[in-house]
DNA sequence: TATACGTGGGG
DNA sequence: TCCCCAAGTAT
């Protein structure tokens, strides 16, 4: 029965299973910590999100080799930090990134901010980010909550196929769980999206192989709804999305020079899809339009 | 609270 | 092939 133990297994038995099988990226190493300290810290979490790690790591140290500091990135222009952000998805991170070393350098000397309110004041940092930065960086204790530990609560802890929508009982009950000292709160944090993300993962999760196995509250229940239809991810194919990457695809691939209107997407499919894409990239300032022409933001 | 927001890899 | 999914944030 898992019952109430569950709560006092996951964390007494996550650490050892963290310890012996966690992956070696390059933002858990410390040279990287002694090298890049929290900016390094803070752009590994801006690509991470929504970006699997195995397409963030490739691009993490040449960014940090172009931009090794805010002020560094500061003093870029917002092209080139789209421009640089490459495939990476969702380009408007690369937008706020750069936002936020720009207030980084104005507002806190330089120096990424500790403080969780001040993080979250940041341009693109919110409740998983901030928090992030706080516990991997510099070592504080809070609950950092992303959706792999949301979905290790869901499952080992409260015995759901799927985590609820996010909510601050998310922050609650993650606190409730985390260890008294600093070290071991940081690894904690680190273990619950270790296991979510290798172990517990949302489509087939391996439970024969799970340190949480024998208190897993889920997996005890003879894991209820595991089919369970989650809501799907609209159709990209032929979306405004879609539009969109097309026409920022083509404004990187021909910085820094500016592209003539009539020549962004000719061809495209719907004209007035195209013509949408434009405006919203404009509004976004994710794109410039500068008489006939339109590039990236200067 | 629900929706928009890229891109590519794996089952 | 097609569908699912990935360390979220802003509105």
Do not use: K
Not at 74 to 95: C, D, F, I, M, T
Not at 108 to 136: K, N, Q
Not at 152 to 174: F, N
């Amino acid at each position: 029965m898992p019952g109430p133990q569950a709560p006092s297994d996951v964390v007494s038995r996550l650490p050892t299973w963290y310890r012996s099988t966690a992956r070696d990226l390059p933002w858990r190493r410390a040279e990287f910590h002694d090298e890049f300290g929290a900016w390094g810290v803070l752009v590994s979490e801006f690509m991470l999100q929504q970006t699997p790690v195995s397409r963030v790591v490739p691009h993490l140290e040449a960014w940090l080799a172009r931009w090794p500091t805010p002020a560094a990135m500061a003093s870029a222009s917002a092209a080139e930090v789209v421009h640089q952000w490459a495939n990476l998805g969702y380009p408007r991170r690369a937008l706020w990134l750069f936002r936020a070393a720009v207030e980084i350098t104005e507002r806190h000397g330089g120096i990424v901010p500790r403080d969780v309110e001040a993080l979250l004041a940041l341009s693109g940092i919110g409740d998983y980010t901030a928090r992030a930065v706080a516990v991997f960086a510099y070592g504080d204790r809070h609950p950092v909550v992303d959706t792999n530990t949301r979905r290790v609560l869901a499952r080992a802890v409260q015995g759901r196929a799927q985590p609820a929508p996010p909510s601050r009982r998310d922050l609650e009950l993650m606190d409730s769980l985390l260890p008294d000292s600093l070290a071991d709160a940081a690894e904690f944090n680190a273990a619950m999206m270790e296991l979510g993300a290798t172990m517990c993962t949302s489509r087939a999760p391996r439970c024969e192989q799970c340190p949480l196995a024998n208190s897993c509250a889920w997996l005890a229940a003879g894991r209820p709804d595991t089919g369970d239809e989650r809501r799907r991810q609209a159709t990209y194919e032929g979306s405004d999305r879609q539009a969109r990457g097309a026409v920022l695809r083509l404004l990187r691939d021909r910085s820094p020079e500016a592209v003539p209107l009539d020549l962004v997407l000719p061809e495209w499919p719907d004209p007035r899809q195209r013509d949408r894409a434009i405006d919203s990239l404009i509004a976004d300032g994710l794109a410039e339009a500068d008489g006939m022409a339109l590039s990236l933001p200067r």
